[in-house]
Nanobody, 114 residues
C-alpha cells in the first residue's frame, strides 16, 4: 500500500519561508512523477509543483520564482522549498503522484499571516 507522509508546515509571517518534506513508499516513488498539491478552505485541491524522476519541474504561475520542488530518489523523498510566502499560500499541502496516485495523506498545514 502506498504511503505518503507530509511534514514541515507551520505558521509563518508573510515573506517568510518553509520547507515541506514528503516521504513516499519506495515502489511508488520509483515510478512516479511527484507533485505537491494544496487545498485552501472552500477551494478545490490544486497542483502547485511537480517533478519527474529525471528532475524536470513545473510550477503553477502563482508560485513560480518563489517555490522550488526537488526530490531525493535515494531516500524516496520529495521537498518543497517555499520562499516569499504570501497569505494566499495558506492551505493544507499534500504530496502525491501526478497521473498515478496513491492514497492521500493527512497533509501539512501552512498558514501565512499578513
Amino acid at each position: 500500500q502506498v504511503q505518503l507522509v507530509e511534514s514541515g508546515g507551520g505558521l509563518v509571517q508573510a515573506g517568510g519561508s518553509l520547507r515541506l518534506t514528503c516521504a513516499a513508499s519506495e515502489s511508488f516513488f520509483m515510478i512516479a512523477t511527484m507533485g505537491w498539491y494544496r487545498q485552501a478552505p472552500g477551494r478545490q485541491r490544486e497542483l502547485v509543483a511537480s517533478i519527474t524522476r529525471g528532475g524536470t519541474t513545473n510550477y503553477v504561475d502563482s508560485v513560480k520564482g518563489r517555490f522550488t520542488i526537488s526530490r531525493d530518489n535515494n531516500k524516496n523523498t520529495v521537498f518543497l522549498q517555499m520562499n516569499s510566502l504570501k497569505p494566499e499560500d495558506t492551505a493544507i499541502y499534500y504530496c502525491n503522484g501526478v497521473g498515478v496516485y496513491g492514497a492521500w495523506g493527512q497533509g501539512t498545514q501552512v498558514t501565512v499571516s499578513s
